[in-house]
């Protein structure tokens, strides 16, 4: 299955005025065509929808300045290499792609083409007409991992995942040291499921990890499988990337839900303006960027209390969910006390910390 949907939607507006004799009439300024590659569908839930929700946003608050297209459900690699080439034949001025495996592409199309501008999401590569953002994820996951460790009552935790990438391994280690900072006994079990979006092997894994003790999942996937699995065994669940509440409303505790919307609008309003430049974004809870969506009724006030007391933490700069000492799971240490964790560091993170169970795979 491989849908593709484009020019789906244009900004709304536009008046039909007929000059009256003796004015001349200005000329219609031609709106900004821009963009969007998704690697899964848009759905209701999940990274693709938040991001169309975003660019829906963006729409809105610059109506008659720009008319956007998507494409989703684009497979990382030859195939999103054409996908970009095609927008940008079309006249698309500035192009959002957003998932890690569109680097290359999007940095190979980016050279092609050095009038448009390109942003790339989660990735690093930046050229004089491509842009990268992402969100500190890593933020949210901790805050995740408060909840997980105090509403626990096995002990264990249940970690769906798609891809060994540092950005994945580091939501898996931050929400690991958020639980065991408030519950030192915690454990974390993964399962991979080689895909960003797959709902049956989502699904699949999420049992496995019931079936192996845990009472509380969450996921670095795109849909709400893991929720819907959580629900149907009565345990808890956290959702990623978006609220999903209303596919587990008793099991979803939380959500770490990213905000894209406020950036698209500055960057394609940049672009408007001649001021665009490429950039390395990487913002947080400070900066809008990552939210925790409203809590179940379960959580009892003295749990959310601690966590909004760490997540006010975060942002006044008083706590880094990676701060020494920092051990691997192999004892190993990896952050001396009192020292944080550079970006530089974080962006290359490559090992389970202490609190994870099992071996991280190759291919990250």
Do not use: C
């Not at 949907?5 to 709304?12: D, G, H, I, S």
């Not at 540092?166 to 519950?183: D, Q």
């Not at 809870?285 to 939210?291: A, E, F, H, S, T």
């Not at 190993?332 to 530089?344: E, H, Q, S, V």
């Amino acid at each position: 299955m491989n849908r593709r949907t484009t020019l789906l939607a244009a900004v709304a507006g536009v008046a039909l005025v007929l000059p009256s004799a003796g004015f001349a009439q200005a000329p219609a300024q031609t709106p900004l065509k821009i963009g969007f590659v998704y690697v899964s569908p848009v759905g209701d839930a999940g990274w693709t929808s938040q991001h169309d929700m975003a660019r829906k946003q963006m729409e809105h608050n610059l109506a008659g300045k720009v008319v956007t297209q998507f494409v989703e459900n684009v497979p990382e690699g030859p195939d999103a290499e054409r996908v970009i080439r095609e927008l940008a034949q079309k006249g698309d001025g500035l192009i959002f792609t957003t998932s890690f495996g569109y680097m290359n592409p999007t940095l190979k199309v980016a050279q092609q083409f050095p009038n448009v501008k390109f942003e790339h999401a989660t990735g690093y590569k930046t050229a004089a007409n491509l842009g990268t953002y992402n969100a500190r994820f890593y933020e949210g996951r901790y805050l995740a991992g408060i909840v997980a460790g105090r509403m626990t009552k096995t002990n264990v935790a249940g970690y769906v995942a798609a891809f060994p990438i540092p950005e994945v391994v580091m939501g898996i280690n931050a929400f690991t040291r958020g639980m065991r900072s408030v519950n030192p006994g915690a454990i974390v079990k993964v399962v991979w499921t080689s895909s960003w979006y797959d709902p049956g092997k989502e699904r699949q894994a999420s049992e496995t990890l019931v079936s192996q003790g845990a009472d509380v999942l969450t996921h670095h996937t795109d849909s709400t499988a893991t929720m819907q699995a959580a629900e149907a065994k009565h345990v808890y669940a956290i959702a990623y990337h978006s609220d999903m509440s209303k596919y587990g409303p008793h099991a979803q505790l939380t959500a770490v839900t990213h905000v894209w919307d406020a950036y698209y609008t500055r960057v394609a309003q940049s672009v408007l303006d001649g001021t665009w430049k490429p950039d390395h974004v990487w913002g947080g809870i400070k900066d809008g960027m990552i939210r925790m969506a409203p809590f179940n009724d379960a959580v009892p006030q003295d749990v959310r209390a601690q966590m909004l007391k760490a997540q006010a933490d975060i942002v006044s700069g008083k706590l880094h969910p990676f701060t020494g000492p920092m051990k691997d799971n192999e004892g190993k240490l990896r952050l001396a006390g009192g020292t944080t964790m550079t970006d530089d560091a974080l962006n290359k993170m490559d090992y389970y910390v202490e609190g994870v169970q099992g071996k991280l795979p190759s291919g990250g």
